[in-house]
């Protein structure tokens, strides 16, 4: 299974909104709604933002939003603050209690 | 809250056997619908999926480390344990015990860095 692709980096000035994308195949993203996105910020674990595509969990500010068409998911941060500048990384089912990690994307917040 | 924390040596020697344990504390263990993994980030790069257990020993691995990898569960410990063979630098990375719920993985440990060298 290849990792997921994701842009290397992104950036948006605060207050504004930045997507990131999450292309795999028809094996993994396009074939199960169960892509999931995590925050890590430098020296930290990752945490769980969203979860099936497109739900939040607790705690999650609504500002954190997701989708899938076909074979990309993607987040989009609305509203964007100093905290979330981090690393987000994108991950999918791929069958047979299999799963694969995008190659993360840097946000920064200009 | 649910918590999990990763124990074991820092340093492996190369073609030796690295070996963690993940202790989960703080709420259910034993609950059928739940997996219990490891994910490892070398230092600079992305996440990479282990593989997973669950609390009755049925476990998956990632195809490209399956032939070295063999995940365990103590049920009496609340611990499950990562044992990978014939480590080399490449296997150089912080590793996760993480909570694998539906297909997502929530919480996670917060990682232990492992480094192979002699």
């Known amino acids: 299974q290849s990792a997921l692709t994701q842009p290397p980096s992104a950036s948006g000035s605060p207050g504004q909104s930045v997507t990131i994308s999450c292309t795999g195949t028809?094996?993994?993203?396009?074939?199960?709604?169960?892509v999931s996105w995590y925050q890590q910020h430098p020296g930290k674990a990752p945490k769980l933002m969203i979860y099936?595509?497109?739900k939040r969990p607790s705690g999650v500010p609504d500002r954190f939003s997701a989708s899938k068409s076909g074979n990309t998911a993607s987040l989009t941060v609305s509203g964007l603050q100093a905290e979330d500048e981090a690393d987000y990384y994108c991950s999918s089912y791929v069958g047979s209690g299999n799963y694969v990690f995008g190659t993360g994307t840097k946000v920064t917040v200009l | 809250q649910l918590q999990l924390q990763e124990s074991g040596p820092g340093l492996v020697k190369p073609s030796e056997i690295l070996s963690l344990t993940c202790t989960v504390s703080?709420?259910?263990?034993?609950?059928?619908?739940?997996?219990w993994g490891w994910i490892r980030q070398p230092p600079g790069k992305g996440l990479e999926w282990i593989g997973s257990?669950?609390?009755?020993?049925?476990?998956y691995y990632n195809p490209s480390l399956k032939s070295r990898v063999t995940i365990s569960v103590d049920t009496s410990k609340n611990q499950f344990s990562l044992k990978m063979s014939s480590v080399t630098a490449a296997d150089t990375a912080v590793y996760y015990c993480?909570?694998?719920?539906?297909?997502?993985?929530?919480?996670w440990g917060q990682g232990t860095l492992v480094t192979v060298s002699s």
């Open positions: 028809s094996s993994d993203v396009g074939a199960y709604n169960y």
């Open positions: 099936e595509v497109s």
């Open positions: 993480v909570r694998c719920s539906d297909n997502w993985f929530d919480p």
């Open positions: 257990i669950s609390y009755s020993g049925s476990t």
């Open positions: 703080g709420g259910s263990f034993s609950r059928s619908s739940y997996y």
